[in-house]
């Protein structure tokens, strides 16, 4: 018996409602790897801690980069980089050892050691004040070691100096997580750690699955992003969707109506006269024009993008109101704007090096 296209209609909506409740039970409730990013608001996340630190006038970094990044850097200037992770880690890869012993630290919260018997809540006494512990793992303290907080059980938070740097670690990711931040002395705490440090002060965000891929790094792993997408992608949640999709179009077929006609688009006179006359300043190699014209709009887009309005203001005012909004380093934006003053015309290589800048600048400021 042929079913009408109203019954197909309820059908294929029971089918889509079963599917949803069926992803609703499958897919989890949060992201693991979202456990001590200070981007999260949950009792693990650290966000109430980042904005803790920028409270107390201390500035925190975030790194969205692969560590080979750090690793492979010429930097002779001392860094800090703080580790919330995700899950508990082994131990150390011998590459941060090396990046270490340069005259950096690494503060690792979230290292595996074993149970022992002591209370799985405890207050730690430390010079910041009460530090609540929720954890029955403990490292038992070597002599090269410095316990910096622990009881008689073990060492809960403890460094070690390798050559010129230092290694912090810690048996409790949620050292000062969301969760805590009723208790002073668990975000006082880390945050003597991290003042106690050398050098600026970064949060690895690539753990937790924020990247901010340079060109390189897109290179590298394009060539396996969709093997890897596929890899990840469960079996379930495939299934379901090639389910509703074939619904989707089962339904479409049954509703099909009267063939509509393309509609011709209309001309875009604008958009031609910007081809033409970007075709004529091209032949004509007039650079200059272009770098002037380009630069003195981006620059009004930057200023009111800063909240500076809409009349230009003098580059110092320009470059300090995009360092505090960023915390980026100043030389990047006084570069693009020292380029706009220059008399001789640029080649068209710099010309599109600079364009590129200008556009790194215009995305890094719509992140903020």
Same mark, same amino acid.
């Given at each position: 018996?042929?079913? %009408?296209?109203?019954?197909?209609?309820?059908?294929?909506?029971?089918?889509?409602?079963?599917?949803?409740?069926?992803?609703?039970?499958?897919?989890?409730?949060?992201?693991?790897?979202?456990?001590?990013?200070?981007? %999260?608001?949950?009792?693990?996340?650290?966000?109430?801690?980042?904005?803790?630190?920028?409270?107390?006038?201390?500035?925190?970094?975030?790194?969205?980069?692969?560590?080979?990044?750090?690793?492979?850097?010429?930097?002779?200037?001392?860094?800090?980089?703080?580790?919330?992770?995700?899950?508990?880690?082994?131990?150390?890869?011998?590459?941060?050892?090396?990046?270490?012993?340069?005259?950096?630290?690494?503060?690792?919260?979230?290292?595996?050691?074993?149970?022992?018997?002591?209370?799985?809540?405890?207050?730690?006494?430390?010079?910041?004040?009460?530090?609540?512990?929720?954890?029955?793992?403990?490292?038992?303290?070597?002599?090269?070691?410095?316990?910096?907080?622990?009881?008689?059980?073990?060492?809960?938070?403890?460094?070690?100096?390798?050559?010129?740097?230092?290694?912090?670690?810690?048996?409790? %990711?949620?050292?000062?997580?969301?969760?805590?931040?009723?208790?002073?002395?668990?975000?006082?705490?880390?945050?003597?750690?991290?003042?106690?440090?050398?050098?600026?002060?970064?949060?690895?965000?690539?753990?937790?699955?924020?990247?901010?891929?340079?060109?390189?790094?897109?290179?590298?792993?394009?060539?396996?992003?969709?093997?890897?997408?596929?890899?990840?992608?469960?079996?379930?949640?495939?299934?379901?969707?090639?389910?509703?999709?074939?619904?989707?179009?089962?339904?479409?077929?049954?509703?099909?109506?009267?063939?509509?006609?393309?509609?011709?688009?209309?001309?875009?006179?604008?958009?031609?006269?910007?081809?033409?006359?970007?075709?004529?300043?091209?032949?004509?190699?007039?650079?200059?024009?272009?770098?002037?014209?380009?630069?003195?709009?981006?620059?009004?887009?930057?200023?009111?993008?800063?909240?500076?309005?809409?009349?230009?203001?003098?580059?110092?005012?320009?470059?300090?109101?995009?360092?505090?909004?960023?915390?980026?380093?100043?030389?990047?934006?006084?570069?693009?704007?020292?380029?706009?003053?220059?008399?001789?015309?640029?080649?068209?290589?710099?010309?599109?090096?600079?364009?590129?800048?200008?556009?790194?600048?215009?995305?890094?400021?719509?992140?903020?």
């Amino acid at each position: 018996m042929k079913l %009408s296209s109203r019954k197909w209609f309820w059908i294929g909506l029971c089918v889509v409602v079963l599917g949803a409740l069926l992803l609703l039970t499958a897919a989890p409730l949060k992201n693991p790897m979202a456990r001590g990013s200070t981007f %999260s608001r949950s009792p693990d996340g650290y966000g109430a801690w980042y904005t803790y630190m920028q409270q107390q006038g201390v500035t925190v970094q975030r790194w969205q980069r692969p560590p080979e990044a750090l690793w492979k850097s010429e930097s002779t200037h001392p860094m800090t980089m703080l580790q919330v992770m995700p899950q508990r880690v082994e131990g150390i890869e011998a590459e941060w050892y090396d990046w270490v012993g340069q005259g950096n630290t690494l503060i690792v919260l979230g290292v595996q050691k074993p149970v022992t018997a002591a209370a799985f809540s405890t207050m730690q006494s430390s010079e910041q004040g009460a530090v609540q512990i929720n954890t029955r793992r403990r490292k038992q303290q070597q002599t090269e070691e410095e316990l910096l907080l622990g009881d008689r059980y073990g060492a809960v938070v403890w460094r070690t100096a390798v050559k010129s740097g230092s290694l912090i670690q810690a048996t409790t %990711s949620d050292l000062a997580a969301n969760a805590y931040q009723d208790i002073p002395g668990n975000f006082a705490f880390l945050a003597e750690l991290v003042a106690d440090a050398k050098g600026s002060v970064w949060v690895d965000e690539y753990l937790h699955g924020y990247a901010e891929l340079q060109l390189e790094d897109q290179q590298a792993t394009s060539s396996n992003t969709w093997a890897t997408y596929l890899a990840q992608t469960p079996l379930l949640l495939i299934l379901v969707q090639g389910i509703v999709l074939c619904l989707v179009l089962l339904w479409g077929h049954q509703r099909r109506g009267a063939t509509v006609p393309l509609q011709q688009p209309v001309p875009n006179n604008s958009e031609a006269y910007i081809t033409a006359l970007a075709n004529v300043l091209h032949q004509a190699k007039s650079t200059s024009f272009v770098l002037e014209m380009v630069a003195k709009a981006e620059r009004l887009h930057l200023q009111k993008a800063l909240g500076l309005g809409s009349v230009l203001v003098d580059e110092q005012t320009l470059v300090d109101a995009w360092v505090e909004q960023t915390q980026r380093s100043p030389t990047d934006l006084q570069q693009l704007l020292k380029l706009t003053k220059r008399r001789s015309p640029l080649g068209e290589k710099d010309l599109v090096n600079w364009l590129e800048k200008i556009q790194a600048i215009r995305i890094l400021n719509s992140k903020f």
